[in-house]
């Protein structure tokens, strides 16, 4: 597989997103993107805890026990920012939103917590995999409001689930297949609040290299209006991946 990443601190004072690549592939890879919050620089310490600890985690995973085992690992690491928040009055209230999918072959497995997400780009359709946890996309759920009107909501940005507000957390997961040339897409809410999923999926439908998609869509969000912190990270399956 191959892979990229581009993040930017947009009209922001701090970059507060933290990002996970693979130190290397041995056959089970893991991706991450997570958007802290707290005020200062406790977000970025809460987002940068949260990919420190699953970078530790990385090689653990075995094979037939994947899922299970990066729930408890998301567990885990929701635990550590918790406790740091405990241990230091400076960072208490820090949170983030955690967005990783675990790569082996022709399968991923996804979770998340907060809203920054993940896609599947396969051929010509973006499927989104993941729901955020947030007040909009409850009212979309409830049918009061269109995805449409989510973006531009003036509550678009409380989320209902983080990690490292409390000592436990409740974790979606999602176990998928993919294909030779499909793209997964992580990103922070500085992406989908600032792009409609069309055009998401027109830069991913180019020729481009990941890392000009990676920039294209950065700085697309940018160029609509986006001021929040941009993080994109991009995976794509490639001839020869194990099955």
């Known amino acids: 597989m191959k892979y990229a990443v581009k993040t930017d601190i947009g009209k922001r004072l701090h970059n507060e997103d933290s990002y996970l690549l693979p130190s290397e592939c041995p056959g089970v ?3 991450a993107v997570a958007d802290g919050m707290g005020g200062h620089a406790a977000g970025a310490v809460a987002s940068k805890l949260l990919v420190d600890g699953l970078l530790e985690g990385e090689t653990a995973f075995e094979s037939g026990r994947e899922v299970a085992q990066l729930k408890s690992t998301v567990e885990r690491v929701n635990l550590t920012v918790f406790e740091a928040a405990e241990d230091d009055i400076a960072l208490r209230g820090m949170g983030s939103t955690l967005v990783c999918a675990l790569v082996r072959g022709k399968k991923y497995i996804a979770a998340n917590v ?5 896609y599947q ?3 010509d359709a973006l499927m989104r995999v993941t ?3 947030s007040y909009v996309e409850q009212l979309v759920q409830q049918g009061v409001i269109t995805k449409e009107d989510a973006r531009f909501h003036p509550q678009r940005n409380i989320i209902t689930r983080a990690m490292g507000v409390s000592p436990t957390v409740d974790v979606d997961v999602f176990e998928r297949d993919w294909e030779e040339g499909d793209i997964l897409l992580l990103c922070s809410d500085g992406l989908h609040g600032a792009m409609e999923e069309d055009e998401i999926a027109e830069v991913l439908r180019s020729e481009s ?3 000009e998609m990676c920039d294209a869509l950065v700085e697309t969000a940018l160029d609509n209006g986006g001021t929040d912190n941009v993080t994109v990270v991009l995976v794509r399956c490639e001839e020869g991946d194990d099955a």
């Open 29 to 31: 890879c893991l991706f």
């Open 209 to 211: 290299t990941l890392e």
């Open 121 to 123: 780009f396969g051929g």
């Open 114 to 118: 907060g809203d920054s997400r993940l």
């Open 131 to 133: 729901t955020d946890h």
